[in-house]
């Protein structure tokens, strides 16, 4: 089936920390791994994505990792600060536009 | 260049009842989808529709229906509302060629009572 499992479903860390989200999804033809940020009222955000044919992306404090052979994908996130306080949902397509999405990452950011 | 936009932003209504949510993509855009999104199931999507026509469709029973017009600008319906209906309902737009990023919009808060 489409299945994505995303792990912790909370996590708290010391600002200035890392923290790191992980994700497995269940089909191999998927080729497109977004993460998205939602804080609390507001709107989901996409704040990175990786294909399929890249096993890493960076984009300032927050990076992806993709394994394919072991159908897993990671988020980390570096020197943390308290507005990276939010719930992090990541995500695999199964079929182009459409998404299936773990079930989210409550992270807290402890001054 | 404006976001996504969804109107309305919130919606009491009761059992049995139906009702249309609306959901204007960003300019250029030509793919919509549409996601459920519950405290105790998460984001869940409902379907996607590109150029009119639907092409991808969730889990979800007949009630749930939707539509997109030549701007691009999409419907969706839930007819015969039920008690676990209430969520806030999200739509995402994107280019919609092979696998684009998706964009969301603030979402419609739907409140069955």
């Known amino acids: 089936g489409e299945n994505v499992e995303q792990h912790p479903s909370t996590l708290s860390v010391q600002e200035g920390d890392s923290a790191v989200i992980k994700c497995t999804y269940s089909?191999?033809?998927?080729?497109?791994f977004p993460w998205y940020k939602q804080e609390l009222g507001k709107r989901p955000q996409l704040i990175i994505d990786?294909?399929?044919?890249?096993g890493e992306k960076k984009d300032q404090r927050i990076a992806v990792t993709l394994n394919k052979t072991a159908k897993h994908f990671s988020l980390h996130i570096t020197e943390t600060q308290p507005e990276d306080s939010a719930v992090y949902f990541c995500?695999?397509?199964?079929?182009?536009?459409?998404?299936?999405f773990g079930t989210g990452t409550r992270l807290t950011i402890i001054p | 260049k404006a976001g996504v936009t969804q109107t309305p932003r919130y919606l009491i209504k009761t059992r049995g009842q139906q009702v249309t949510l609306s959901c204007s993509p960003i300019?250029?855009?030509?793919?919509v989808s549409w996601y459920q999104q519950t405290p105790g199931q998460g984001l869940q999507f409902l379907f996607e529709?590109?150029?009119?026509?639907?092409?991808n469709k969730g889990n979800f029973p007949g009630r749930f229906s939707g539509r997109q017009f030549s701007n691009s600008r999409s419907e969706m319906n839930v007819s015969t509302l039920e008690l676990g209906d209430s969520a806030l309902y999200l739509c995402?737009?994107?280019?919609?060629?092979?696998?684009?990023?998706?964009?969301f919009g603030d979402g419609t808060r739907l409140s069955i009572l």
């Open positions: 995500a695999a397509n199964f079929g182009n536009e459409k998404l299936t």
């Open positions: 300019s250029g855009h030509r793919s």
């Open positions: 990786i294909r399929s044919n890249v």
């Open positions: 089909d191999s033809a998927s080729n497109y």
């Open positions: 995402a737009s994107s280019l919609g060629s092979g696998v684009q990023p998706q964009h």
């Open positions: 529709y590109f150029s009119e026509t639907q092409r």
